[in-house]
């Protein structure tokens, strides 16, 4: 499986994240530096603006930079909530209402 897909445009990056199945949910929300994501590694990163897509494969993917012509894999990525003070899964986070 890819871990990031790219194009010139933000649908065409739509068109070719279907390619792989449906998308199946979003989750968008912008909050100045309130979003914490964690790679695998433990690398975090802090985003004002989040735009998460589910696919049907139960894939999560997320535009990590700011010119949005890339589509990153995020599915084995942590997200920190406020809400729970702690880190979850995005799989997890996305079935939740918390931010």
């Given at each position: ?36 994501l ?9 985003f ?8 049907a ?43």
């Open positions: 499986m890819a871990d990031t897909i790219t194009n010139e445009s933000f649908q065409d990056l739509i068109d070719d994240l279907t390619k792989g199945g449906p998308v199946v949910g979003e989750k968008k929300y912008a909050i100045t530096d309130f979003f914490h964690k790679d695998p590694e433990g690398n975090e990163q802090i004002s603006n989040i735009d998460i897509l589910k696919r494969d139960d894939t999560f993917w997320m535009p990590l930079d700011a010119d949005r012509h890339t589509l990153t894999n995020i599915t084995t990525y942590q997200i920190y909530t406020q809400a729970s003070d702690s880190w979850l899964s995005i799989n997890d986070w996305f079935e939740t209402e918390a931010i």
